[in-house]
């Protein structure tokens, strides 16, 4: 069974900066699309990033210019560097993988625990 595990978050200052990292675990063989989201407390999960296996981004209005999303396909590996971080950037961030196929099977739609991020002002 594969896992999405998350690390890198914490408490930050405004105008900080924090790296995640999303390591799916297990016998992986290929991943398609992975991405970021968010869910702050009281608000709807919604969309940081996402990223194909070829490497094409996706990044959401609210955090572009200052989120950058990369993985590394070898290491099965997504990352989400955060610059010039704002306190309404504070929420739990969710790793997510559309499809993840190990040498059995292909499991959709997989999410990772989550991680806190708090900045503060």
């Known amino acids: 069974q594969v896992q999405l595990v998350e690390s890198g978050g914490g408490l930050v200052q405004a105008g900080g900066s924090l790296r995640l990292s999303c390591l799916a675990s297990g016998r ?3 991943i398609t699309v ?6 702050a407390p009281g608000k709807q999960r919604e969309l ?9 981004a996706n990044v959401a209005d609210s955090v572009k210019g200052r989120f950058t999303i990369s993985r ?11 610059n010039s971080l704002k306190p309404e950037d504070t ?13 059995r099977r292909c499991e959709h739609d997989d999410w990772g625990q989550g991680t806190q991020v708090t900045v503060s002002s």
């Open 72 to 82: 590394d396909n070898a290491k099965n590996t997504v990352f989400l560097q955060m």
């Open 34 to 39: 992975m991405g970021w989201y968010r869910q």
């Open 28 to 30: 992986v063989f290929s």
């Open 48 to 56: 940081v990033a996402t990223i194909t296996s070829g490497g094409s």
């Open 91 to 103: 929420a739990v961030y969710y790793c997510q993988a559309d499809r993840i196929c190990t040498v």
